[in-house]
């Protein structure tokens, strides 16, 4: 693997629906800034467009990248592949938000003292391990895909980015239109085969922590994102 940075990539790119097909065609081509880590099979990229506050993608490299996940991940082996490789990725979030966050974290203070040098560990004794980051992590496809190419979105739960701009950017990881990726293979009768006909996206929009509700008003959702978006840093 080749690692890469966590700068921030901005979101004002226009990619065009088969624009992550560059990222795994030739990721060297790409900043440390945009690429995470790329092997043999996969590519994990910075999301252009983040919809939290860590947002990454794993972009598979196999002949079946062009299907729809739902039908792709029929294929067990890949679907195992791709497991394999967006958990290895689901780690590195993790880390990253420890590295953000973890001072602020009330359940990282004894593993933050530790590591500042404020108390010192017994012989023998290990360091506290603190919060566990990987459970804040969400992995998982939509049901109708914005992209032409397979990819796997990675991120953090808080759901807090300033491109986050809409209703339909929301609900798009916060309702059934968001399959987590431990739910495949899909059942045949499985309702998230058919987003549409589901109307997740148009869904009234609900607080993710909270579950409180704020009808269609995004604006009101974003001020509460933000004061939950502080709580959740602190748990």
């Not at 998230?192 to 148009?202: C, Q």
């Amino acid at each position: 693997d080749r690692g890469g940075d966590w700068s921030s990539d901005v979101c004002s790119s226009d990619l065009g629906r088969r624009g992550l097909g560059a990222y795994t065609h030739n990721p060297s081509a790409f900043p440390p800034s945009s690429v995470i880590f790329y092997n043999d099979f996969a590519v994990a990229v910075n999301d252009l467009y983040p919809k939290s506050s860590v947002h990454t993608l794993l972009l598979p490299r196999s002949e079946l990248n062009l299907l729809h996940p739902i039908d792709a991940f029929e294929d067990a082996a890949f679907l195992a592949a791709t497991v394999a490789e967006s958990e290895k990725l689901q780690t590195l979030v993790a880390k990253e938000l420890r590295r953000r966050y973890g001072k602020l974290s009330k359940l990282d203070q004894a593993r933050e003292r530790v590591l500042n040098g404020e108390v010192e560990l017994a012989e023998g004794e290990e360091l506290p391990k603190g919060r566990d980051w990987e459970s804040e992590v969400m992995m998982g496809i939509h049901a109708h895909p914005s992209m032409s190419h397979l990819h796997v979105h990675v991120l953090s739960v808080d759901r807090y980015s300033e491109c986050s701009k809409n209703r339909a950017h929301y609900n798009s990881f916060t309702t059934p239109f968001f399959i987590p990726l431990d739910a495949f293979p899909l059942g045949k009768d499985d309702p998230r085969r058919d987003p549409g006909e589901e109307g997740y996206l148009s869904r009234d929009l609900k607080c993710w922590r909270c579950d409180a509700g704020f009808g269609r008003s995004f604006a009101r959702l974003k001020e509460h994102l933000a004061v939950e978006f502080e709580a959740w840093k602190r748990i």
